[in-house]
């Protein structure tokens, strides 16, 4: 067996529940921005408590190389494998860490994907779809609760997601996608709303 496979997957629950927010919000035309106050407490840290671990169903179903996992509210866990036994590889398990079926190929076509992702880039839609963001192709691909491919969302704007910044679902039918931007002598970072259109709805600057 490769030595760089893995054979478990943990997932923990942060249990870092916010307490108490304070924050300042400006509203200028389409933008919002959140400033910290002096003295806000946003959570408290807890300490983790393992929720999950998957297993290796069978030998050479192990794990090659994980760039993302994320744990969805009913239960399914999806695991995007770089170096699956057939190649790059979305995988869908259920609550019991058990493989379902695997989500789209790496390919250009519809619910293709290209071989890698960066953390962050998997995200929980309305009625259980689940989202990742393809940097190759700029689009979020997107599947069905059953695993059906559904129309992907072009982007026009380039997003940075990551374990700090995920891509989200917003309301609405909409995407939160973190970005970044601006010249040499002012820089921001923050969220875009988008339609499923593709639409640039709204914008959230971070100070």
Not at 170 to 194: E, H, K, M, N, V
Request: aromatic share 4%.
């Amino acid at each position: 067996m490769n030595s760089h496979r893995m054979t478990q997957v943990v997932l923990l629950a942060a249990l870092a529940l916010p307490v108490r927010t304070r924050a300042l919000i400006e509203a200028s035309a389409d933008t919002t921005t959140l400033r910290a106050r002096p003295g806000g407490t946003w959570r408290t840290p807890r300490t983790a408590a393992e929720l999950l671990v998957v297993e290796g169903t069978a030998p050479g179903r192990e794990f090659g190389e994980l760039m993302d996992v994320l744990a969805l509210s009913d239960g399914r866990v999806a695991v995007f494998d770089g170096r699956g036994v057939s190649g790059p590889e979305l995988l869908l398990l259920n609550a019991e860490g058990e493989r379902m079926r695997q989500l789209g190929r790496v390919g250009t076509g519809p619910g293709d994907y290209g071989p890698s992702v960066t953390p962050g880039s998997i995200a929980e839609g309305p009625d259980g779809e689940i989202w990742v963001w393809d940097r190759r192709s700029q689009r979020i691909v997107r599947w069905a609760r059953d695993g059906g491919v559904l129309p992907a969302v072009a982007l026009t704007v380039s997003i940075e997601p990551s374990n700090d910044a995920p891509l989200l679902a917003g309301p609405s039918q909409s995407i939160f996608a973190p970005a970044a931007g601006g010249d040499g002598s002012s820089q921001w970072q923050g969220y875009l709303r988008i339609a499923l259109s593709g639409r640039l709805v709204d914008s959230l600057v971070m100070p």
